[in-house]
């Protein structure tokens, strides 16, 4: 926390550009998900195989009917998915539909078409290897249902309190919604729309829409017209009356501490923050937010409120992660404006940090995990 105003870059300016470079890979998988959706339908062979080196693989041979050019390949692996476009005059046939209908020499010409290109991405592998799939129907759908996981787009984000003096995390859980700042209050507005949750239509990201247990309100928001967010705000999920000192703020935690990217607003005059003190296997990037003092340097701000368009009103954030997160292994402070642009930037940032994670260990060996058992089902139900 704190720093003076040279210490921090502006983060409308320079975020997405360097976070679309940091995570390419997830964006990647992302879109080959998307694709291999949308195009599932279309003619297509699918190819198994038990590779020693590779593990189980699913080599998709897909003729587009829009790509006069090219049939495609995509290559389903326990790591990754791999699209990859081959010329169709490299089959030698006139069309991908009599490669369909020819059962003995068809297949096979496709399949050694494909995997010529399969090098490219550092593999070697051949014909041998692969076997034809028969339950064409119900590989397609455990292939959409595995690839699904790539395509996300509802996101829960925690965010704590601090107030002055505090930096414990059981100060940060304990804070009741009667006993926060103006300042607070305008951050949570700036995050997003304030939404009754009884019966609440939206992603409501684990809360109760219906009995009211999990609190009366909470914070949502939408991003590019097609992500969901629902904040998980420790100050306005209930507590259970009179608790005990270590069952306090269990019921918060069992939210805040499942969610992969914490939002943490400071007062002024709070404690420091280290990452350090949240006990969670989950948690792993934390955005540090303070609002700015008139003068423009850092650290936290009391007083009013935004009000406006919020062009008087400038935030820090200072972003830590846990080891192996990409593009976050070191600090980074940054400043935007409480205006629709700078919002939309400390969102994104908030989204981009999310999909980070997704390539950090604990969770890309899970997903690996998930992957080869479901690869594995595929080849023995269908080989």
């Not at 339950?135 to 790539?150: H, P, Q, S």
């Not at 309190?161 to 414990?168: C, D, F, L, T, W």
């Not at 103006?182 to 809360?207: A, Q, S």
Request: charged share 25%; net charge positive; proline share 3%.
């Amino acid at each position: 926390k704190g720093g003076s105003a040279s210490t921090y870059k502006l983060l409308e300016e320079s975020a997405s550009q360097a976070s679309m470079a940091q995570l390419q890979e997830q964006l990647d998988n992302e879109a080959v998900a998307l694709w291999y959706k949308q195009h599932s339908k279309q003619a297509h062979l699918n190819f198994c195989a038990r590779h020693a080196v590779h593990g189980p693989l699913v080599l998709s041979v897909m003729d587009v009917r829009d790509d006069e050019r090219n049939f495609y390949a995509v290559l389903h692996s326990e790591n990754t998915s791999q699209r990859m476009p081959f010329e169709r005059r490299m089959v030698k046939v006139p069309c991908a539909v009599a490669c369909l209908k020819n059962k003995k020499a068809g297949p096979k010409v496709l399949l050694k078409a494909a995997l010529s290109y399969t090098k490219a991405g550092g593999m070697e592998l051949v014909p041998k290897d692969f076997a034809k799939c028969k339950d064409a129907a119900g590989i397609v759908n455990k292939l959409n249902t595995m690839e699904a996981a790539y395509i996300v787009h509802q996101f829960k984000w925690g965010v704590l309190y601090a107030k002055e003096g505090q930096s414990s995390e059981a100060q940060l859980y304990n804070n009741v919604e009667e006993s926060v700042s103006t300042d607070y209050e305008d951050f949570l507005n700036f995050l997003g729309d304030r939404v009754l949750l009884k019966g609440f239509k939206g992603f409501r990201g684990g809360l109760d829409v219906k009995t009211g247990t999990t609190g009366v309100h909470s914070v949502y928001t939408m991003l590019h017209d097609k992500e969901e967010v629902m904040f998980h705000v420790a100050t306005l999920l209930p507590v259970p009356p009179k608790p005990k000192a270590s069952e306090a703020f269990v019921e918060r935690k069992r939210h805040i501490g499942n969610d992969i990217v914490v939002v943490i607003y400071q007062d002024k005059g709070a404690g420091a923050f280290s990452k350090d003190i949240i006990t969670s296997n989950f948690n792993h990037v934390f955005f540090v937010i303070s609002k700015v003092d008139g003068d423009g340097g850092g650290g936290g701000g009391g007083g009013g409120g935004g009000g406006g368009d919020g062009e008087d009103v400038t935030y820090s954030v200072a972003i830590s992660a846990k080891h192996n997160v990409p593009g976050f292994d070191t600090e980074q402070m940054w400043h935007f404006s409480a205006t629709p642009k700078g919002r939309k930037a400390f969102l994104e940032k908030l989204l981009h940090a999310e999909k980070a994670c997704y390539e950090a260990p604990v969770f890309a060996e899970k997903r690996k995990r998930t992957r080869r058992m479901l690869l594995e089902d595929m080849i023995s139900s269908t080989v």
